[in-house]
């Protein structure tokens, strides 16, 4: 016998029923997308009024804003005296489609990584001893037990040792050091074309070619401190421009003339019956039309400089820039060179080196001879800073390059280094 069921109650209606995938509750606050799924990092070194270290702050205590737009910060890293402590690691990035779950942690323990960038297409050959003695001193008071590095050049010294940790092979890869950077003989000899001397820029562009191939494989290495020690003697697009204009033989015999007329012992007349048919390379329309393209040397080199130090900042690396040549008094006296050109010409290559060292926050040893205390300051520096994570919050990727600011809230007295940009890649075609 079937026995009757008690009437069931009526469904009740949930006033409030719980958020389905797919639906935001009316009220909640709207989420927040990230523009993207690369990690942002940015080296920073605290330091107090006395020049010391800060080793004690924590993830609240620093404020990052890209563009005056604060970022949450989503990863720390102190590195104090080139060990790694309280590291947060950044959660895993927001992806449409299939979760993958997440990978284990690279077993390094790399508290550095150095690039040594030997340009001996720009180091003077009868400088080749001193540069040796530097490398040397860098290799006593920088690269130490622990520290992982590469070393390459951009000429005939033929350098290419792949990452180690031995530092052994720092002092074979010395004596193979060999400057082979032209002469100013050689630069004022040079042939020319539309845009300037053509040996000039194509040793140029090798470096900087070189050096974007190698900052681009460091893009994948993250969390770790990565200094590239770029020895060098820098970079001039337009070298002595006056004394190449006159460096053919009827040229300089023009200008030789017009030096006597000027000192009395020749006569104007006489001026005009022996060079009078020599053309003037100032009025020549031919040597105007090929100098044309000179005058925007410095604006190109200064757009290659720039792009070199974009993709270091892509890839968190500071450029330390080191000038074999050390504090330079005056041209050699075997150099036959006007002493104007030649201050002219030392300014812009030393200034290309301080110039990528300030835009990826590194040093510019540059016009001095203590190399010693300047390895000793580059190694306080990659030894203790901290690493600051973020993802970005600005959706839009034309905004290629974007200004950064790091500061630690309520604490003027700090002293604090950091990038103060970084650019995008471009996105593929």
Not at 329 to 341: F, G, M
């Amino acid at each position: 016998m079937l026995l009757a069921q008690p009437p069931q109650p009526p469904a009740r209606v949930d006033e409030n029923p719980p958020t389905t995938v797919g639906q935001v509750e009316v009220g909640a606050p709207q989420p927040t997308f990230r523009a993207g799924v690369t990690l942002v990092t940015t080296d920073v070194i605290v330091r107090d009024g006395d020049g010391v270290f800060v080793p004690d702050l924590t993830k609240e205590d620093f404020l990052v804003t890209e563009d005056g737009v604060q970022q949450e910060i989503a990863s720390l890293v102190l590195v104090h005296g080139g060990r790694v402590f309280n590291q947060l690691a950044p959660p895993p990035p927001v992806r449409e489609g299939i979760v993958l779950p997440a990978s284990s942690p690279a077993n390094d323990t790399a508290g550095r990584i150095f690039i040594i960038f030997v340009d001996d297409l720009h180091l003077t050959p009868s400088m080749t001893p001193k540069v040796r003695q530097v490398f040397e001193t860098l290799a006593e008071s920088l690269v130490h037990e622990g520290d992982l590095f590469g070393i390459i050049s951009t000429g005939p010294s033929s350098l290419s040792i792949d990452m180690t940790y031995d530092r052994g092979v720092l002092y074979g890869a010395m004596e193979r050091i060999t400057g082979d950077a032209l002469s100013i003989a050689d630069q004022i000899r040079q042939q020319e074309y539309s845009r300037g001397p053509t040996e000039v820029l194509w040793r140029a562009h090798v470096a900087f070619k070189t050096a974007r191939d190698v900052l681009r494989n460091l893009e994948q290495v993250t969390d770790r401190r990565k200094a590239f020690i770029y020895l060098s003697n820098g970079y001039d697009f337009n070298p002595f421009p006056e004394s190449r204009l006159y460096s053919s033989l009827s040229a300089g015999s023009r200008r030789d003339g017009l030096d006597r007329v000027g000192r009395g012992s020749m006569t104007q007349g006489e001026f005009d019956q022996f060079y009078g048919d020599y053309p003037d390379p100032l009025t020549d329309p031919f040597e105007r039309m090929s100098r044309m393209g000179q005058q925007f040397a410095d604006a190109d080199l200064a757009v290659e400089i720039a792009e070199l130090a974009r993709v270091a900042n892509r890839a968190n690396t500071s450029f330390y820039t080191i000038d074999p040549r050390g504090l330079i008094a005056a041209p050699d006296i075997n150099e036959n060179i006007n002493p104007d050109e030649w201050r002219m010409h030392m300014f812009k290559t030393q200034n290309t080196l301080r110039m990528l060292s300030e835009l990826t926050g590194g040093i510019a040893v540059v016009n001095r001879n203590d190399y010693d205390d300047a390895f000793r300051e580059i190694d306080a520096e990659t030894s203790d800073y901290y690493i600051l994570g973020f993802y970005t919050s600005n959706p839009d990727p034309t905004v290629r390059t974007r200004a950064l600011e790091v500061e630690v809230a309520d604490r003027r007295d700090l002293d604090v280094r950091a990038r103060t940009h970084y650019t995008l890649p471009r996105e593929p075609a």
